[in-house]
């Protein structure tokens, strides 16, 4: 099995394992988005709301000063919310040490955003990616 096949299979098991814990935390209702092309994991339509999860293999929450998301997630729910205030958008970041959550703000600061990209799949992929802070992202306490 390729590495970006081993990835998307830890991925889809991560989305199953923490569905519920979200929930329950959140306070929602929230299911797998479905299609290959959905550009977020989960939604809550009639909570207006929607995430991202990212899990991570071999990281704590401190390895980094910010943690990254494709910046096509963050452009997608800032356009969204222009057109629909209430709906609500999250990040959130499956780690070694626990999960953890960015909720995306309407003037989120573009400066975060930069090229990065990784090579440990065989080949290097490069793109947008937002770097958020830490100091923005909290803890799911469970």
Partial sequence: MSYQADDLKYGEEMENEVLNKLNLFFNLNMKKEIGKYSIFDFADKEKKVKMELKSRKNMNFRTYDSLMVGYNKIRKAR??????????????WKLDDGLFFYEVEKDFDVKCVRVSGRSDRGCIERSQYAH??????KKIYL
């Fill in 79 to 92: 356009l969204k919310m222009k057109y629909d205030p209430d709906y609500k958008f999250y990040i959130v």
């Fill in 132 to 137: 958020i802070p830490l100091i923005k992202i």
